[in-house]
């Protein structure tokens, strides 16, 4: 098995933007809609190029891209519309050549629920879950309430326990940001409680518009960036039987910011990490594993 998938978060399409109802942001884009259009070609780009030498070889063909959450700066159907525009659906409709596998976040239900609905349209619901060979994905939306928890325990209850299993979803688990109505529900608790004992190989979620990894509670988690503030990177992931690779890829500098390898399953591979020595005036990614 070898896996490849891209991960995107906090796209936002709509920030500080007039209406687009008389303009193709694709053709006539301004403002954040240029900073997701960059970030959208070095994806399409990226397939076949090299991975940072330390870790070796290229960088394959996508499945997709998982993006998680605030999708747009207020939801509505106007916004929608251009996430649409911008991202398409299954490689098709946008200028983006992969399969777009998206979550909710907070900014997305501001004005209605409409994002959440067009999403359960796409998906076949807010939490779905599917495979990609012996990998399976699911997404807990912005953050999974107890529906969505129940949605996971059903889930993983049909999978092997050893399957690896990557989770995406908006919040975060630990650190900036992370006080919100889910934790303060206790929502991590019930997470980690359907999730123990199961092979999670990997945790994304966005919302704090910054790149980093942590450990939280033995698992890893991995933070995204976004097109609204200045991290600009999207995450590089790639999985085989043996091993999991995640790199933080900056697409205005065209740099790599951290990456991380891991084993899994039975492999052998050393777990270890790198992060990029910050520019002056530049963010330093928090990397904690």
């Known amino acids: 098995m070898t896996v490849t998938f891209f991960v995107a978060s906090d796209t936002h399409l709509g920030f500080n933007v007039p209406s687009a109802a008389d303009r193709d942001i694709v053709e006539q884009p301004i403002g954040i809609e240029r900073t997701n259009l960059r970030m959208i070609e070095s994806m399409n780009a990226a397939p076949g190029t090299a991975f940072p030498s330390a870790l070796g070889g290229t960088i394959g063909l996508p499945r997709g891209v998982l993006i998680t959450g605030d999708l747009t700066e207020r939801g509505g159907a106007e916004e929608w519309a251009m996430f649409e525009r911008m991202y398409g659906r299954s490689g098709v409709g946008g200028p983006l050549k992969f ?5 909710d976040g907070n900014h997305d239900r501001a004005l209605d629920w409409h994002v ?8 076949g619901g807010r939490y779905y879950s599917f495979d990609w060979d012996d990998l399976h994905v699911v997404c807990l ?7 969505g928890i129940e949605f996971l325990e059903r889930d993983l209850a049909r999978i092997e326990k050893d399957v690896p299993v990557v989770l995406f979803m908006h919040y975060p688990l630990l650190g900036p940001y992370s006080d919100n109505w889910w934790t303060r529900q206790r929502g991590p608790d019930k997470l980690h409680r359907v999730i123990d004992g199961h092979n999670v190989v990997g945790i994304f979620h966005g ?13 890893d988690v991995y933070n995204v ?5 200045s991290v ?11 091993n999991m690779r995640v790199g933080s890829f900056n697409y205005d500098t065209h740099s790599w910011w951290w990456w991380h390898e891991k084993p899994i399953n039975e492999g052998t591979h050393a777990r270890r990490f790198w992060v990029k020595a910050p520019s002056p005036g530049s963010p330093r990614p928090d990397v904690r594993l």
């Open 116 to 123: 959440r609905e067009q999403i359960a349209k796409r998906h």
């Open 141 to 147: 939306a912005e953050a999974p309430a107890d529906d």
């Open 232 to 242: 600009h990177t999207y995450l590089i992931a790639t999985l085989t039987d043996n």
């Open 99 to 103: 399969p777009v596998f998206e979550a």
């Open 225 to 229: 960036g976004s097109p609204k503030d």
């Open 207 to 219: 919302h704090h518009h910054a790149t980093g990894a942590y450990r939280w509670r033995d698992y």
